[in-house]
């Protein structure tokens, strides 16, 4: 069994920076992908950002060139950096895994494990 604690969010105003930390504990797969999805109310929820245990990277074009994804293997711990934000991030980010490749960010399944989330909320 994996356990996921998210960190990290919080209130920013628009073009501020927030980084997420997702760490993973319990059985750790020796191949893994970890990511972020987040989901605003009233929206469906959204695949942000993936990365492969070998370190290749997905990341959602809605966020691309403002977040990045990168992980500490030593702490199994991922983290999304965001910069730029704008209102429209203001979301509930969740941190997920699983043992199968990413497939992009999760595009083909459902992960096995989830994070309980971390709200973000990015002020105009």
């Known amino acids: 069994q994996v356990q996921l604690v998210e960190s990290g969010g919080g209130s920013v105003q628009a073009g501020g920076s927030l980084r997420l930390s997702c760490a993973a504990f319990g059985y750790i797969y020796s191949s893994y992908c970890m990511g972020w999805f987040r989901q605003a109310p009233g929206k469906e929820r959204e695949g942000v950002a993936a990365i492969e245990s070998d370190g290749s990277t997905s990341v959602a074009d809605s966020v691309k060139g403002r977040f990045t994804i990168s992980h500490d293997h030593a702490k199994n711990t991922v983290y999304l950096q965001m910069d730029s934000l704008k209102p429209e991030d203001t979301a509930m980010y969740y941190c997920?895994?699983?043992?199968?490749?990413?497939?992009?960010?999760?595009?083909?399944?459902?992960?096995?494990?989830w994070g309980q989330g971390t709200q973000v909320t990015v002020s105009s």
């Open positions: 997920a895994a699983d043992y199968r490749h990413c497939s992009g960010v999760f595009s083909e399944y459902e992960p096995n494990y």
